[in-house]
């Protein structure tokens, strides 16, 4: 269905994906020309649709920006607003937001709905992995990405487990990755954590790093005070009480952010690295999750993010 006006998720405004999108759903539907089955997905009918959560993650209102948006501002300036009366993301929130976005309805709760929409389509000539593709697909747009490589097989599991390190699967508060950040701390402070994993505990591109973002505080501090011997519940409280408490949804796309890394985003290459070093086909797996579960001897699964 090509729908004249209409861009792609894909496409960008302020470097987020979706904002353009909206703000074409929104004049469209005000033109009477905006198809009666998009209707149900804008914002201001369903809260869970991209719309509004492209509203919250800007921290703005729906009805207020689509009257900005009818009054013929340019994109820029509409995110300008939006960054004004909401809040300006930073360069680590969009990342997170983006990845989020485009990879929502693969290998997530979502999946089964996505499924389901691509087959009432009659998509049947490419593949569909996530929501972003079935737009683009069912709008007539040609794929963003190549398919997958079949993975080949159950690769072996690694030796490199170390005791007292969980998976970056397991939650704390909801949260994944937190208690393997803390079991690293620990680790690294009793000696039993390899030279080159100290050397990288808390750096920008890490996942401590990204962690320590979703909870605005510092890796320093947070380092000092687990050093007190503090436990998983102590010490999440403390990062709520000297950094922020995040959202259910805020957690729900941390989450799948970072369950998610390195499948079709810039970290790819590394996770291909990672494979190259253990000796395994860059096709053994998917994503740096599934990677350090190999490595560690896990058996590999896809949890409910």
């Not at 976005?101 to 709760?109: H, N, S, T, V």
């Not at 989450?255 to 190259?276: E, G, I, M």
Request: glycine residues 10%; hydrophobic residues 35%; proline residues 6%.
């Amino acid at each position: 269905m090509n729908i004249q006006g209409l861009r792609s998720p894909y496409g960008t405004v302020g470097g987020i994906v979706y904002f353009g999108r909206m703000i074409d759903k929104i004049r469209l539907n005000a033109a009477g020309t905006l198809p009666l089955e998009y209707q149900p997905q804008l914002g201001i009918v369903n809260s869970r649709s991209f719309d509004g959560r492209c509203c919250r993650f800007l921290r703005i209102d729906y009805v207020a920006f689509a009257v900005q948006a009818l009054q013929g501002e340019t994109d820029e300036a509409l995110f300008e607003w939006s960054c004004k009366v909401g809040r300006k993301p930073s360069d680590k929130d969009i990342e997170i937001w983006n990845a989020f976005m485009q990879k929502r309805g693969w290998r997530d709760e979502s999946s089964g709905r996505l499924r389901e929409q691509t087959l009432d389509a009659g998509i049947t000539d490419r593949v569909v992995s996530t929501f972003f593709d079935f737009f683009d697909a069912d709008e007539g747009r040609p794929p963003r990405f190549p398919d997958d490589l079949p993975t080949p097989g159950d690769p072996a599991l690694g030796r490199a487990r170390i005791p007292g390190l969980r998976s970056p699967r397991e939650k704390v508060g909801g949260i994944m990755h937190f208690g393997r950040m803390l079991d690293k701390i620990r680790l690294a402070h009793l000696g039993k954590l390899p030279p080159d994993w100290v050397a990288a505990k808390g750096s920008v591109t890490g996942f401590d790093s990204f962690c320590c973002h979703l909870l605005q505080v510092g890796y320093d501090a947070l380092e000092a005070e687990m050093l007190k011997g503090r436990g998983d519940n102590q010490m999440l409280q403390w990062a709520f009480a000297h950094g922020c408490e995040p959202s259910d949804e805020e957690i729900e796309i941390w989450n799948a952010y970072l369950f998610k890394r390195c499948w079709r985003d810039q970290y790819t290459p590394r996770l291909h690295v990672r494979l190259r070093e253990a000796g395994l086909p860059i096709d053994s797996v998917r994503t740096m999750f599934e990677c350090i579960d190999l490595e560690e001897g896990r058996p590999l699964g896809f949890p409910s993010i």
